[in-house]
T-cell receptor, first 112, second 118 residues
Framework: QKEVEQNSGPLSVPEGAIASLNCTYSDRGSQSFFWYRQYSGKSPELIMF????GDKEDGRFTAQLNKASQYVSLLIRDSQPSDSATYLC????????????FGQGTRLTINP | EPEVTQTPSHQVTQMGQEVILRCVPI?????FYWYRQILGQKVEFLVS????????KSEIFDDQFSVERPDGSNFTLKIRSTKLEDSAMYFC????????????????FGQGTRLTVV
């Protein structure tokens, strides 16, 4: 069974600190990795995607990918209360695959 | 900013009834998707649609489900005979064609239709 796993949390982080969210995936053939943010009752909203080993930065967000360890993470610097949401990790198996396989999501709370 | 729009935002239906969920994808996108999320559970892929036909579907997408692009703008999901367990948030998404090599394109999600089967 191909799966994407995340710690469901909740993860509590003080405002201004770094929030670290982790995701592991089981299929070594996975090629593209996505982080979505989902507020309660709302749709997933893309934060960023990564497909090469290493780090990718976009503003306060950094995605990290380690294909050898089948591990992808998202760091949020200078966390704000508005970052409080559920963060979904999603994986595509192939470059031209269309299906996103989602993890359960990690609920993040930023405490003022 | 272009967006995926879904209607209705909330649909209540009786078990056994047919429902049609509607979506207008982003206008220059070519791939269309339906996902669902049962309350408290993960987002699950149902089906993808390209060039007027299903390109991929999950084991959830059985004979009671169908998709259609009836005109140049709408993309619909029909559930023929709803069951209680079909109650979920249904998300439509769209993307441009998957790129070659290391290019990739993200799927943009609509705001969802909350389906409640009673």
């Amino acid at each position: 069974q191909k799966e994407v796993e995340q710690n469901s949390g909740p993860l509590s982080v003080p405002e201004g600190a770094i929030a670290s969210l982790n995701c592991t995936y089981s299929d070594r053939g996975s090629q593209s990795f996505f982080w979505y943010r989902q507020y309660s009752g709302k749709s997933p909203e893309l934060i960023m995607f990564i497909y090469s080993n290493g780090d990718k930065e976009d503003g306060r967000f950094t995605a990290q990918l380690n294909k050898a360890s089948q591990y992808v993470s998202l760091l949020i610097r200078d966390s704000q209360p508005s970052d409080s949401a559920t963060y979904l990790c999603a994986v595509k198996l192939m470059w031209r695959a269309q299906k996103l396989v989602f993890g359960q999501g990690t609920r993040l709370t930023i405490n003022p | 900013e272009p967006e995926v729009t879904q209607t209705p935002s909330h649909q209540v239906t009786q078990m056994g009834q047919e429902v049609i969920l509607r979506c207008v994808p982003i206008s220059n996108h070519l791939y269309f998707y339906w996902y669902r999320q049962i309350l408290g559970q993960k987002v699950e892929f149902l089906v993808s649609f390209y060039n007027n036909e299903i390109s991929e579907k999950s084991e959830i997408f059985d004979d009671q489900f169908s998709v259609e692009r009836p005109d140049g703008s709408n993309f619909t999901l029909k559930i023929r005979s709803t069951k209680l367990e079909d109650s979920a948030m249904y998300f439509c998404a769209s993307s441009t064609t998957p790129g070659a090599q290391q290019q990739d394109t993200e799927a943009f999600f609509g705001q969802g239709t909350r389906l409640t089967v009673v």
